[in-house]
């Protein structure tokens, strides 16, 4: 009996273990939640890579690249 209960100790030591090393390698992500709603009022999107070439213009503000600028029609930035 004296060594089942050894053998189960050693066991779920191990599983604690285990669990313990797993849980340190979580890694936390920045994201951000888009809305799938397209706003059809964009005309145009710029970008520092592109220059100032007009680029077609996402659905919305979360879907832009890093340091891009959509416009309206009458040529006004979004406020993202």
Not at 4 to 14: D, Y
Not at 20 to 31: D, Q
Not at 71 to 77: A, K, L, Q, R, V
Request: with cysteine; hydrophobic share 35%.
């Amino acid at each position: 009996m004296e060594t089942l209960k050894t053998k189960v100790s050693v066991i779920l030591l191990i599983f604690v273990v285990i669990l313990t090393l797993r849980g340190s390698h979580v890694k936390e992500v920045n994201a951000k939640i888009c809305p799938q709603i397209c706003f059809d009022a964009y005309a145009y999107m710029t970008c520092p890579t592109s220059g100032n070439e007009r680029l077609n213009p996402p659905c919305n503000c979360c879907m832009a690249p890093f340091g891009c600028t959509i416009y309206y029609s009458n040529g006004s930035p979004v406020s993202c």
